[in-house]
């Protein structure tokens, strides 16, 4: 392969300088204008909208009061309690959906790459959760939660680990996680697809020279598949987050962040606010929400940064 | 001898995990399909059957014949193809540029397309209407590939990124050196090692733009309604039906996975298309 | 900042270079945007109707409805009809989105919680010239008109009636029998009939029928209204002891256990599944389920106004049209929605869906004057009401009700504490 490609194309110096030396050139800006000018010429005004509507009192409903009232917006956020009960809400959802998506989706990942029988159906149909339509998972999850009807109530029964029908959506200690389990099963095909992507670029060779060195397989999973793939998890893990943090489709079909506000995450929180159509005060939680995002990326991203630069 | 405690060893690392995995990512699966072949008496018995005692195929008939169901999915389809063929070719340049090229602004480019995707799109829905309205693709499946397109690159750019970033360098050094240009090493190096990693990132936008419902139903009219949105026409004030909702979510869910068991395929291929052994 | 202004520079270009090269093709929108010239009555005419429908047999009959009003009107007008989902009611909000970004229909069927948020954004037309010089405007009970009124808040009509519903109690006269319970006459009764017919019918020490179908997701103010006014309270004070005491008699049916334990996140799909299937005794919806109830029982099922205790009331359920300010055929709309509320359209969807007519001459029909279900419905009429229809009641609805209600339901919250809770929440704190 390399002894053909010497015969193609004079030298171009420039290039090679630019990539060994860092040299900027103005092909980077060209490369990523397309993707720039799609996403700005969207979203750019509607965002800037929705940031000048924090510091607004912009509720549709009262159109005449519409005017510029500094930080007030702002203030009342933090004084909400169920700006704070939501936020912790929204952690311990990011926390147990996407560790358990991560971990379960890993596994698959692993378990997908060896060579079965069979092979291409298992990775065909573990994708179906994601597959599935948002407004589908929501109403079968609660078919499946079904107080009355549901038929984990009937299998939990069948295997005598319960004694009565538990109304899993209804009560307020229940609501939460069982909101959470549907997270995690829609996220496990994510990671496990993404991950499966990354594993195929790890060669070999590093695999031979670790069997060599007589390591076991679950030492070659720490010394050799992780570090190998480590961009793909940083990134994963890190979209993963943003994606979960901010939806909402699943609780709301499920439970609207009921009963009782026990299942409500900050997304849900601003989206039942937003319906309502109190633009300033749910965009003043988006943006909160965002910086916090960002918090939550900063560190992510200085690690990533650093890895690329060494 | 050796063979049998091989077998044993791979019913416990494999078989067995991926058994206990594929049940709990396919049993609502299995339950939406037995829930569709139900009459609704039986669906609201005292005693719950794990399959129907009288099994009916009414609501596929009807979803077919009286709803022609195929004209939501066609266009789903549409809206989605477009979507991931426009998204992947876009975000594969610029992921190539954050990876690959040292320059100024680079961290701030990166960042503002992760800020993109963290703002909640509710609050973005009157004005985005109003754009699709005045460039006049409102109600034009051009109008959802334009809004996803914008949620999707973002992600895309940086899975990429990620993915280019794992990829070792030397590869496309040498062929620099080799005195390929960067066009020409980026297409004949880079590139086939990168399928598998384009195939997922694609399957990632693909299913973005299937699922997708708040944009659907503001920028889609009877003409080109999506999926979600047909189904979601389902659920009235008198209550879900669900003889026609589960058997639309089984029908729309067959031929991706379909789809996909072909694409799959593609996984596995980078790394002996890019020839990275020889 | 060099950067920063440049980068702007760049975007405003490329928007305003989007924005001029495409906006030629706008004209591809339906009709919402069509005919500049005024509706003389003999050029053709579009208007885009949305409408949401309750399940698949009535969204096939407002197609019907429409073929028929396109092929039947004298004014060459073509109704465009879009079907949007309910979504729990986020249809309005849809609507309203549109209609804030300049687009939407030219008419839609309408519910009358969302006219405040509407009419104070200017976006509706007002029908006050064309309902005064309607030719049917008597066929239509003038109550219905102050109703309308009230809703947008001013003494102007800016929606168009359509049809009713009336909440009553569904019940199934064996389970009566078995129990040995009559028809309860008053609130008391009514109370001690939720308490009699809960039962364990198999011996198991289980309860296998509850005496009330509770329903504490959204839409379950409606009947909860019903509680607080039988003991003497009402909406426009929600701390009155008397209030208090109607939320208290809602929370001791779920804590003495009259009512399924899933109550709290039991919406209309749970209740009405939990009677069909027998699980409860007696429940409250309004005629839009008894073609379906019917069809389950048979004889077995029947209906009875809710009972009186202090005061009485129950909750009318509504749809009506609204024609859009921006509606550039008014006429022909109004002709449109004429045709839904008094003329053919009236009696088609009224007789499919069941719904209360409302045109005098459609409601003197046969079948529904022959329908028990109607009569009960035409019975409970006098003692029907609305919510307040203020600008937080589609909030309110939403989420502080079932919220607070759940909160109330699992002991958290007294019933005063909630009572003070959805006080707020409709007027504000004070």
Same mark, same amino acid.
């Given at each position: ?7 193609? +194309? ?10 060994? %030396? ?137 295997? %005598? ?8 959506? +209804? ?140 | ?278 | ?25 706008? $004209? ?24 949401? *429908? ?82 049917? @405007? ?56 939720? @308490? ?62 009259? *009512? ?30 008894? @073609? ?42 109004? $002709? ?7 003329? @053919?359209?009236? $009696? ?83």
């Amino acid at each position: 392969m390399g002894s053909q490609l010497k015969n193609i +194309a004079a030298p171009d110096f420039k290039e090679v300088i630019g990539l060994l %030396h860092k040299k900027t050139t103005i092909w980077p800006y060209l490369l990523i204008a397309p993707a720039l000018i799609v996403i700005l010429a969207v979203v750019f005004v509607p965002a800037v909208n929705a940031i000048l509507m924090s510091f607004q009192s912009y509720d549709l409903r009262r159109p005449s009061q519409i005017g510029f009232i500094g930080l007030e917006n702002y203030m009342e956020v933090f004084q909400d309690s169920l700006f704070w009960s939501s936020l912790v809400r929204t952690a311990l959802w990011v926390i147990f959906g996407v560790g358990f998506q991560f971990i379960f989706g890993f596994i698959l990942a692993l378990l997908l790459n060896r060579k079965f029988k069979g092979r291409g159906i298992a990775r065909s149909i573990s994708l179906i959760p994601w597959v599935t339509p948002g407004v589908l998972i929501g109403l079968m999850w609660r078919w499946i939660y079904d107080g009355s009807y549901g038929v984990l109530n009937d299998i939990l029964l069948r295997l %005598h680990l319960i004694q009565d029908k538990i109304p899993y959506l +209804a009560q307020e200690s229940t609501s939460f996680p069982s909101v959470v389990v549907t997270i995690i099963w829609q996220g496990i095909p994510f990671f496990a697809l993404m991950l499966m992507a990354g594993l195929q670029g790890v060669p070999n060779e590093l695999y031979e020279a670790a069997d060599i060195d007589g390591a076991n397989k679950l030492q070659q999973l720490f010394r050799v598949t992780i570090p190998s793939i480590k961009n793909t998890i940083y990134v994963t893990t890190l979209l993963r987050i943003i994606w979960v943090a901010n939806s909402v489709d699943v609780i709301f079909n499920m439970t609207g962040g009921g009963p009782a506000y026990s299942s409500q995450t900050l997304s849900v929180y601003i989206f039942n606010k937003a319906n309502s159509l109190n633009l300033g005060y749910s965009s003043a939680m988006s943006i909160l929400l965002t910086l916090l995002l960002l918090l939550v990326a900063v560190p992510y991203l200085k690690n990533m940064f650093k890895n690329q630069e060494a | 001898m050796r063979e049998s405690k091989n077998k044993t060893l791979k019913i416990f690392t494999l078989y067995l995990p991926l058994l206990v995995l594929l049940v709990f990512l396919l049993f609502p699966f299995y339950w939406t399909l037995v829930t569709s072949l139900k009459p609704e008496q039986e669906l609201y018995g005292s005693t719950v059957t794990y399959w129907p005692m009288h099994t009916t195929f009414d609501s596929y008939h009807k979803l077919f014949v009286d709803f022609n169901f195929l004209k939501p999915m066609s266009n789903s389809f549409v809206v989605a193809i477009i979507t991931t063929i426009l998204s992947l070719a876009v975000s594969v340049l610029a992921a190539y540029a954050f990876s690959r090229y040292r320059f100024k602004g680079r961290k701030a480019f990166m960042m503002l397309f992760l800020t993109n995707n963290m703002f909640p799109t509710v609050l973005l829905l009157i004005p985005l209407y109003s754009i699709m309205r005045n460039i006049g693709i409102l109600y034009t499946p051009m109008s959802l590939v334009l809004s996803y397109t914008t949620f999707t690159i973002p992600f895309s750019v940086w899975l990429l990124n990620g993915y280019l970033n794992d990829l070792p360098m030397s590869l496309e050094e040498a062929a620099l050196v080799d005195g390929c240009n960067r066009a020409k090493a980026f297409l004949r190096i880079i590139l086939p090692i990168l399928i598998p990693c384009l195939v997922a990132t694609g399957v990632y936008i693909f299913m973005t733009s299937w699922n997708e419902y708040t944009f659907a139903v503001m920028f889609t009219n009877e003409a080109n309604r999506t999926i979600p949105v047909a189904l979601k026409n389902l659920i009235g004030q008198l209550g879900v039906q669900w003889d026609l909702l589960t058997a639309g979510g089984i029908i729309t869910i067959i031929p991706v996975c379909i789809m996909f068991f072909f694409a799959q395929k593609r996984l596995v291929e980078g790394l002996t298309a890019g020839a990275v052994k020889g | 900042m060099k950067r920063f202004l440049s980068i702007t520079l760049a975007l405003t270009m490329s928007m305003t270079m989007l924005t001029a090269c495409a906006q030629k093709p706008a $004209e591809s929108q339906p009709a919402s945007s069509a005919a500049e010239t005024s509706s003389a009555a003999s050029k053709p005419v579009t208007i885009t109707h949305w409408y949401w *429908a309750d399940n698949s047999d009535y969204s096939a009959k407002m197609q019907e409805m429409v073929k028929d009003f396109n092929a039947t009107n004298k004014s060459n007008i073509t109704v465009v009809a879009q079907e949007y989902p309910w979504d729990g009611g986020a249809y309005s909000e849809n609507l309203f989105t549109a209609a804030m970004g300049g687009g939407g229909p030219d008419t839609a069927a309408w519910k009358l919680t969302s006219t405040p948020l509407f009419t104070s954004n200017k976006l509706l037309a007002n029908l006050d010239n064309y309902i005064a010089n309607w030719k049917d @405007k008597d066929d239509i009970d003038p109550s219905l008109y102050n109703t309308m009124k009230q809703a947008g808040g001013s003494d102007s009509i800016y929606v168009m009636p359509w049809n009713t519903q009336v909440l009553y109690v569904y019940y199934r006269p064996s389970m009566f029998k078995a129990a040995g319970v009559s028809v309860p006459k008053t609130y008391d009764e009514f109370l001690e009939a939720c @308490k009699k017919l809960t039962r364990d019918t198999d011996g198991d020490g289980k309860i296998d029928v509850y005496g009330f179908g509770m329903r504490g997701a959204k839409g379950g103010q409606e009947p909860w209204g019903s509680f607080v006014w039988a003991r003497g309270g009402d909406f426009e004070n929600l701390t009155t002891p008397e209030a208090i005491a109607g939320m208290q008699d809602f929370i001791d049916l779920y804590k003495n256990g009259y *009512a399924p334990k899933t109550a709290p996140t039991d919406g209309f799909n749970e209740i009405i599944a939990n009677f069909k299937s027998g699980k409860t005794a007696m429940t409250i919806h309004h005629i839009g389920s008894s @073609k379906d109830m019917v069809k389950t029982f048979g004889d077995d099922v029947a209906a009875f106004p809710f009972p009186a205790g202090k005061k009485q009331w129950t909750s009318m359920g509504d749809t009506e049209n609204v024609i859009f300010e921006k509606c550039q055929n008014k006429d022909a709309a109004f $002709e449109w929605l004429a045709y839904l509320a008094t003329g @053919k359209g009236q $009696e088609t969807w009224c007789v499919t869906t069941g719904n209360v007519p409302v045109s005098k001459r459609v409601q003197q029909m046969d079948e529904f004057q022959n329908n028990e279900f109607m009569k009960v419905s035409i019975e409970g009429q006098f003692s029907a009401g609305i919510f307040p229809i203020l600008d937080t009641t589609t909030e309110w609805i939403n989420t502080t009700w079932p919220n607070t209600v759940a909160s109330a339901l699992s002991g958290k919250t007294s019933a005063a504490d909630a009572m003070k809770t959805l006080q707020e929440g409709l007027y504000g704190k004070k």
